[in-house]
């Protein structure tokens, strides 16, 4: 039998617990908080296993029940299950605990049906804090039905912080300007989602651009003037210039009190005590307006005065700071002029991610999460194999270094063009990993998640969409910077090796990596007949997302051949190689009305308009209809 996350004691007990068309769940009656909700998720997770229905009591333990009480002896999220042949008692330090107690349960029930060996578990988590950072605001906003659906399974893995990022896709009152064509979030949409994930025992923590990655804010004609650079509102949209510029300029008396205003309006919303202003990647700090200061005081101290603003802010309105450490790591010693209780989010995301940024925090004295990632941004689909090796390196760091938490962060950058459901393996590796040391390898674990997640008896699932994301040669993130620097003119020298790499790439190996992507689906819709009825959904996101591999290398095959094609002729095309283009051009536009139909099922329209404007500039090209280096 799996359990993830692992618990720290099993012990095996003679007997068998049945349950019955007579068993019932009842919520001890010394239980105040939140006990309906522990009952009805384990109410429907015997359900679904089981097809039997147990009734919810409330009051003392009684035969053939399954009990739910708090034990003030037992740790905070500290849970106990004894099973024998008479019931279930569950037992918590506190109600978090409680509920750990009924998802393991439900697992267990999920694998065993209604017939259980008994057996005594004991177990609490190794971190305190166990997050998921969710990118709301870069291509994908989610609905608030799929929200939940994220918040139940963050509950079914132990996760305990979910923190919802934001640019600009928040209604923010008085700026319009910012969210006029966007499909914004509104007040109630965060307070329903808040009240949601509390009664599930998760924090739901706001994340705010607040310095660097004010791209949309700041490309409006009302609050442009704050950015480091000028007049930026009259650049085209880029993507690549939405990761890499618009910084707010610090030196700017206004800038303060209006990021002050914005988290005050945003913060208000959410029951935490904790806000994550951000304030990474401030790349164009002391390069534009701010220069001038920077080179007085140095670009550290002028990062450094303007967060300690926001923190003392945040302390003075009681909430805990938190901020990303990709800016302060240079300076480490810079933490001491931050508030005591601000939180340092130290982030790293290479498979081979070395500890010496978490090592120089720690030695620094910050108070730290560290924030490994699931590998989904500028990608169709998760690199899952990668995500594992940074996320356990990340976790075991963690403990050497006594972090308080641990962040998985899925950002979406380019648009955000992976489903979200291809995060879902990375989202519970850092659940293991945070909650229990234990070492789990890469293809065990992924066994495991297909059993439990997907119901996959075959215990495929995830090891095939592992093996589908490394079949993409010519990614989203290729394809972005090929056409920013054809259709807008913009072109960087230090993407220029990078991106002649992926066209060649494509161009000899996109037919080996179609075949490859045609059995790994096939694979895919062979096991679904294996797989739980809710989660058969997986293979159609597969499917989609394995054609948008196929047509997207071929499409920067094409566009390498062309380019060499026209070192030869000037430009000329052969008829044949007309018509091969006319049918990858018209198979773009197939898969992107699909894909359009899969992104709207689960999410606002957001960055799809811009994602489209780049799909219909490459079938334009591929029939002809502009140059590429137009």
Known sequence: MYLLPKPKKTEPKQGVYEITWNSVIVIDEKMQENGAVYASILQEGIQNSTGMECAVLKGKKCGNSIFLTVMPELSPQEYRIQMNGDGIVISGGDGAAVLYGVQTLCQMIAQCGGLLECVEIEDAPDIRYRGYFLDETRGRVLKLPYLKKIVDRLCRYKINQFQLYVEHTYLFRNLTEMWRDETPLTAEDILELDEYCRKRHIELVPALASFGHLYTLLSTRSYGELCERSRSWEEPFSFEDRMCHHTI????????????????????????????????????????????????????????????????????????????????????????????????????????QPEDECRAMA????????????????????????????????????????????????????????????????????????????????????????????????????????????????????????YEKHALGREKESNRLLLQEMLENAASNAEKAEKELQALVRRMKRIAVSMDTRAKGLTALADLAGEAMQVWNEVGAMMQRREKQKEKTEGKQEVWKREEAFRLAQRLERWFMAYKKQWRSVGREGDLTHIGEIVFWYADCLRGKKEEDG
């Not at 500028?378 to 976790?395: G, P, V």
């Not at 962060?409 to 989202?427: I, Q």
């Open 363 to 482: 030695q620094a004295g910050a108070v730290q999460y560290l924030c490994p990632g699931v590998g989904g941004w500028n990608q169709w689909m998760n690199r899952l194999e990668d995500a594992y090796s940074n996320i356990t390196k990340m976790c075991g760091y963690a403990r050497k270094y006594r972090a308080e938490g641990i962040l998985n962060t899925d950002w979406g950058d380019f648009g955000h063009v992976n489903h979200p459901e291809f995060s879902v393996p990375a989202m519970i590796y850092g659940a293991a990993f945070s909650w229990d040391c234990s070492e789990i390898g890469f293809e065990e674990i992924n066994r495991q998640i297909s059993l439990l997640e997907y119901g996959d008896a075959t215990g495929q699932a995830a090891g095939i969409l592992a093996e589908m994301a490394k079949q993409s040669l010519f990614g989203w993130w290729g394809t972005d910077i090929y």
């Open 249 to 352: 300029n610090p030196t700017d008396d206004r800038a303060l009190p209006f990021v002050k205003e914005m988290i005050a309006e945003y913060g208000a919303l959410f029951s935490s005590d904790k806000f994550n202003i951000c304030a990474d990647e401030t790349f164009d700090l002391g390069c534009g307006k701010s220069k001038e200061t920077a080179q007085k005081i140095g670009s550290g101290k002028l990062y450094i005065h303007y967060v300690k603003e926001l923190c003392e802010f945040l302390v003075e309105r009681g909430k805990q700071p938190m901020f990303f450490g990709d800016i302060i790591v240079r300076e480490p010693e810079l933490i001491s002029l931050l508030p005591r209780e601000t939180l340092c989010l130290t982030w790293g995301y290479e498979p081979n």
